[in-house]
C-alpha cells in the first residue's frame, strides 16, 4: 500500500513528491506515542526504480486517536495489519494528506 498525494518541496522550485510510502514506525506504550515515518517518491515508478526519497514527513499519534488505532485491543483482531493503520491515521489526522488516495500494490 502507498498514498498518492501532491506535495511540493519547501524551496519553492516547483518540485514535488507524489507517491508516498511508510518506512518507520515507532512506538512508546508507555506514554501512547505512535510516530509515523513517510518517504515521498516522485512517482511510483522512481520508487521502483530504486531512486532516493525526494520528501520526508513525519506524523505523530497520541492519545485516545493512538489508542484507538494502536492499542492492544484495536491490534487484536486477525488480519489487523500495523502498517495498514498506519496509513488510515495518516489520512484521517494528518492535514496534508486528509485528500490522499490510497494506491494499492
Request: charged residues 20%; proline residues 2%.
Amino acid at each position: 500500500m502507498a498514498l498518492q498525494k501532491k506535495i511540493y518541496t519547501s524551496d519553492n522550485t516547483g518540485v514535488f513528491a507524489e507517491y508516498w510510502k511508510i518506512s518507520e514506525i515507532n512506538s512508546n506504550w508507555i506514554t501512547n506515542l505512535i510516530e509515523i515515518k513517510l518517504i515521498g517518491f516522485i512517482s511510483e515508478e522512481a520508487r521502483r526504480e530504486g531512486r532516493n526519497p525526494l520528501m520526508h514527513h513525519t506524523t505523530i499519534a497520541s492519545g485516545d486517536s493512538a489508542l484507538q488505532y494502536f492499542s492492544a485491543i484495536a491490534m487484536q483482531p486477525e488480519g489487523v495489519n500495523i502498517i495498514h493503520e498506519a496509513y488510515l491515521y495518516v489520512k484521517g489526522h494528518d492535514q496534508d494528506f486528509l485528500d490522499a488516495v490510497d494506491i494499492l500494490e
